[in-house]
């Protein structure tokens, strides 16, 4: 039975708008900042033919995420640090040439790692799923991953998935502007779950031990879990938010 990649396309039109833009120098002295969609097309091709070439893999089905997010009805101030951000040139032409030129998958209200972690996770997609992506954050997905910068593939196994889940309560994660636990690191974080008989009762003693109460480590928790096929519900297109584990 063929295999299937499941790439995280809002990482992959990032990069390759960013790549195209070319800062440029007027004589009167005014610097303008220019970018090619001929160029970004080329791009995006020949990111796809040296990806299905590296994986001897013919089959890519490409995740976008939705305009709308429903972290930011749990965690208001979820990303809200990218805001003022700015976005590459062609960001927006990227998504679009992908979309209309290969086989893509949105559902309302995700982000494309919710996508990729229910996809990876069903049976939706008959025989091997690939997950391709360099976010941390997909290692909270079990199954067969693919990084197409070392180019290396690794499996991540349950036990790791879990823990990778609950590692990230504490942690947080500044980059989508969710702070985890005051003062828990990643080394601080491995020090206590790595002895831990059971994962969510750790966790709640370290934000009580920072003043905090279980409802906000369940707020960290919703927001930093990655959906599973388990975690949506395909009729209602929603998803289902993780709850407490007795």
Request: proline share 3%; aromatic share 12%.
């Amino acid at each position: 039975m063929s295999s299937t990649l499941l790439v995280d396309g809002d990482i992959v039109a990032y990069q390759i708008a960013f790549r195209t833009e070319t800062p440029i120098r007027w004589e009167n002295e005014v610097w303008t900042l220019h970018s090619d969609e001929h160029e970004c097309r080329q791009l995006i091709d020949e990111y796809f033919s040296t990806l299905k070439e590296d994986t001897q893999c013919a089959n890519v089905l490409i995740a976008f995420s939705d305009k709308a997010n429903f972290r930011k009805d749990i965690f208001p101030d979820y990303k809200a640090n990218r805001i003022k951000q700015r976005k590459p040139l062609t960001l927006k032409y990227c998504k679009e040439y992908m979309k209309k030129n290969f086989k893509i998958y949105i559902k309302p209200t995700l982000e494309a790692d919710d996508v990729l972690g229910i996809l990876g996770t069903s049976k939706i997609i008959k025989g091997t799923k690939i997950i391709v992506s360099t976010d941390k954050d997909l290692k909270q997905i079990t199954g067969l991953h693919y990084n197409p910068i070392t180019k290396e593939f690794f499996k991540v196994s349950k036990k790791e998935a879990d823990y990778n889940f609950y590692s990230q309560i504490l942690t947080g994660d500044p980059v989508d502007n969710y702070k985890g636990c005051p003062s828990y690191g990643e080394v601080k974080t491995h020090r206590v779950l790595s002895v831990s008989k059971n994962y969510w009762k750790t966790i709640v003693k370290c934000y009580e031990g920072e003043g905090l109460k279980e409802k906000d480590a369940l707020i960290q928790a919703r927001v930093a879990r990655i959906l599973r096929h388990t975690d949506y519900n395909f009729k209602k297109e929603k998803p289902k938010l993780w709850t407490i584990q007795k």
